[in-house]
């Protein structure tokens, strides 16, 4: 599976970025979806998640409330709006594909994009 994220940029504190990582290679409804996010000299951590059917959807405590998940699966995208975007939320944003398709368990990450940069200015 090929996943691209597109999206990124520089924006100011409080403002807002939308997200999208287009698939290709796999049936995208088959698959949960998530995103993740590494900032300088830090771990990757987990992000949001959705399920493959849409119905499950997890967010980070640092992002609940600010950010969220979607898909499209017309268009096999997934989509993240930020707003209230805060300094602290400044990273590179990675989309992932579940490693397993009808997966009802936790999200367990198995393809990732090459990641998009986030910079959010005071």
């Known amino acids: 599976v090929q996943l691209v994220e597109s999206g990124g940029g520089l924006v100011q504190a409080g403002g807002s970025l939308r997200l999208s990582c287009a698939a290709s290679?796999?049936?995208?409804?088959?698959?949960?979806m998530g995103w993740f996010r590494q900032a300088p000299g830090k771990e990757r951590e987990f992000v949001a998640s959705?399920?493959?059917?849409?119905?499950?959807?997890y967010y980070a405590d640092s992002v609940k409330g600010r950010f969220t998940i979607s898909r499209d699966n017309a268009k096999d995208t997934v989509y993240l709006q930020m707003n209230s975007l805060k300094p602290e939320d400044t990273a590179v944003y990675y989309c992932?594909?579940?490693?397993?398709?009808?997966?009802?368990?936790?999200?367990?990450?198995?393809?990732w994009g090459q990641g998009t940069q986030v910079t959010v200015s005071t």
């Open positions: 992932a594909v579940d490693r397993m398709a009808f997966n009802r368990a936790n999200f367990q990450p198995g393809s």
């Open positions: 959705i399920s493959w059917s849409g119905a499950k959807i």
């Open positions: 290679g796999r049936t995208f409804t088959s698959y949960g």
